[in-house]
């Protein structure tokens, strides 16, 4: 069983940051690739960066230059740092991981963190 548990979400005001972590535990053998996606009010869940095994990012270009994923393999954790927040950067941002377990490549979502930015 493989579980995703993400934190780091909240309210911040415009211009301001926030540090999404989201760190995959269970029977994990390798992870591919991890990333985040996110899910404004009404509208459909988007690609925000994902990184792979190697270390590639690709970023929305809504949120480059703001946004940076970054990864920690020895606690297979994943992070999302947001600088430079606007008011459309909120949604419930999702972490998501493929990854080899006992069941083969599965891909796995978190349960979502909720992050705001208002003033």
């Known amino acids: 069983q493989v579980q995703l548990a993400e934190s780091g979400g909240g309210l911040v005001q415009p211009g301001g940051s926030l540090r999404l972590s989201c760190a995959a535990s269970?029977?994990?053998?390798?992870?591919?690739?991890m990333g985040w996606y996110r899910q404004a009010p009404g509208k459909e869940r988007v690609l925000v960066a994902h990184i792979t095994s190697n270390g590639v990012t690709t970023y929305a270009d809504s949120v480059k230059g703001r946004f940076t994923i970054s990864k920690d393999n020895a606690k297979n954790t994943v992070y999302l740092q947001m600088n430079s927040l606007k008011p459309e950067d909120t949604a419930v941002y999702y972490c998501?991981?493929?990854?080899?377990?006992?069941?083969?490549?599965?891909?796995?979502w978190g349960q979502g963190t909720q992050v705001t930015v208002s003033s």
């Open positions: 998501r991981a493929q990854i080899w377990s006992l069941a083969g490549w599965s891909d796995y």
């Open positions: 269970g029977s994990i053998s390798r992870i591919n690739v």
